[in-house]
């Protein structure tokens, strides 16, 4: 990347337009990442080739409730990752996270004090009354909820990414209409970038995939 661009990349981020929608990698050490959740369905004998897969297969032995179960359980720490902190120093538009955790939500409130927007739901959505207010956004589902909002199995995908809601319009007419950061993907992890780009079509501004030089994302 030239100096040129790196400078635009820099104003881009610095003129609080853009919007950061983060993987797994953004979470870990704090939380784990995609590949030690599957290595954790793998040790309860779920069988697949992807985390999708797994979810399936564990949903199928076990049940639903018992994915629930286990997702808050892993998930369901109040803590904070260095990427997390680090995220909060940068004036972004809004956020959109596929992970389950509060980890931005902790980072937020230790260094701003102030209740941060968090929107899982379609309910929530509705009562979110000032859209130019900065908020995250969990349209893949978060832990801190009374019911069950993850998107994690095949069919999730293919019911809940697919069928219209206020809340997933939104979020596909916030990533068409400014510049996105995708920061804490690895390409192993080939399915949440389908669901990312899922949103853009091909008059989006530039999207930016932000990666280690190996494009390796914590386990």
């Given at each position: 990347?030239?100096?040129?661009?790196?400078?635009?990349?820099?104003?881009?981020?610095?003129?609080?337009?853009?919007?950061?929608?983060?993987?797994?990698?953004?979470?870990?050490?704090?939380?784990?990442?995609?590949?030690?959740?599957?290595?954790?369905?793998?040790?309860?004998?779920?069988?697949?080739?992807?985390?999708?897969?797994?979810?399936?297969?564990?949903?199928?032995?076990?049940?639903?409730?018992?994915?629930?179960?286990?997702?808050?359980?892993?998930?369901?720490?109040?803590?904070?990752?260095r990427?997390?902190?680090?995220?909060?120093?940068?004036?972004?538009?809004?956020?959109i996270?596929?992970?389950?955790?509060?980890?931005?939500?902790?980072?937020?409130t230790?260094?701003?004090?102030?209740?941060?927007?968090?929107?899982?739901?379609?309910?929530?959505?509705?009562?979110?009354?000032?859209?130019?207010?900065?908020?995250?956004?969990?349209?893949?589902?978060?832990?801190?909820?009374?019911?069950?909002?993850?998107?994690?199995?095949?069919?999730?995908?293919?019911?809940?990414?697919?069928?219209?809601?206020?809340?997933?319009?939104?979020?596909?007419?916030?990533?068409?209409?400014?510049?996105v950061?995708?920061?804490?993907?690895?390409?192993?992890?080939?399915?949440?970038?389908?669901?990312?780009?899922?949103?853009?079509?091909?008059?989006s501004?530039?999207?930016?995939?932000?990666?280690?030089?190996?494009?390796?994302m914590?386990?």
């Open positions: 990347m030239s100096t040129d661009q790196r400078r635009l990349v820099a104003e881009t981020i610095l003129s609080g337009k853009s919007i950061l929608v983060c993987g797994s990698g953004v979470s870990t050490p704090a939380y784990p990442g995609v590949g030690a959740l599957s290595d954790k369905f793998l040790e309860l004998g779920a069988k697949g080739n992807n985390l999708m897969e797994l979810a399936d297969s564990y949903i199928s032995d076990r049940g639903r409730e018992s994915l629930t179960r286990m997702l808050r359980s892993i998930y369901g720490v109040w803590s904070s990752s990427a997390h902190d680090l995220i909060t120093m940068i004036p972004w538009r809004s956020i996270t596929t992970n389950y955790d509060a980890g931005l939500l902790a980072a937020y230790a260094t701003s004090r102030k209740n941060i927007p968090t929107i899982a739901t379609e309910d929530e959505f509705k009562a979110w009354s000032d859209r130019a207010e900065f908020a995250v956004l969990h349209p893949h589902g978060a832990v801190l909820r009374p019911q069950d909002t993850y998107i994690i199995s095949t069919r999730d995908y293919e019911e809940k990414l697919t069928s219209k809601n206020t809340f997933i319009d939104y979020v596909q007419e916030v990533v068409n209409k400014n510049h950061f995708f920061l804490g993907f690895g390409l192993a992890e080939e399915y949440l970038i389908k669901s990312m780009y899922y949103y853009r079509d091909k008059n501004p530039r999207g930016y995939f932000v990666a280690q030089s190996d494009y390796g914590g386990r």
